[in-house]
């Protein structure tokens, strides 16, 4: 039985990279997660609008573009995230939107770089994603500094770092 086991689970190792490859596919449901690291503060965002084509066996012929809308910061506290929507910080009034379009898509191992260009409050910024696959979803992430944003929490760019998470249904 236990020679059983291990055959699936290394047949399991060897075709995962197949499942990858062979589909088109686009981004139906999107979870977006982000913990500001230094005050250990985690959150979310909803609002989430993709125009994403994902062909998994030409990675280059891919698009990854998509925005979510900025009042809906929920870090769990009414005070906080009110403060987060002022002008202060993400001025959700006069930028509504935080974007992202990819400008280049590439495999390495079993894992999907997408390169591209994270838009908050009009700046522009380079930000890499990691993505893994893991049956219907892609998994990414990526880390970033707010304050390059003009969302400075502290006055140190290193205590602004800020990880973020998406989990995206397939279709």
């Given amino acids: 039985m236990k020679s059983f086991i291990t055959y699936f689970i290394f047949l ?4 995962a990279p197949i499942r990858f490859h062979g ?3 686009e981004i139906s449901k999107a979870e977006i997660s982000f913990v500001f ?9 909803s609002g989430f609008e993709s125009a994403s084509k994902i062909d998994l ?5 891919s698009i990854f573009q998509g925005s ?4 809906t910061i929920d870090s769990n506290n ?3 995230n009110w403060s987060l929507r002022s002008g ?3 001025d959700v009034d006069d930028f509504p939107r935080i974007s992202f379009q990819s400008t280049h898509v590439s495999r390495e191992g079993n894992q999907l770089k997408v390169k591209g260009e994270l838009t908050i409050k009009q700046t522009v910024k380079p930000i890499t994603i990691t993505f893994t696959k893991s049956q219907d979803k892609l998994i990414g992430t990526a880390s970033l500094y707010s304050i ?7 006055k140190k760019r290193e205590d602004n770092l800020v990880n973020i998470k998406m989990i995206f249904d397939l279709n």
């Fill in 88 to 90: 202060k910080y993400f």
């Fill in 57 to 61: 066996d030409n990675l280059e012929n």
């Fill in 78 to 80: 009414r005070l906080r």
């Fill in 12 to 15: 399991g190792l060897i075709l």
């Fill in 37 to 45: 690291v230094s005050k250990d503060v985690k959150g979310t965002f």
């Fill in 68 to 71: 979510v809308l900025s009042k």
């Fill in 23 to 25: 589909q088109k596919v």
């Fill in 148 to 154: 390059d944003y003009g969302i400075k929490i502290r």
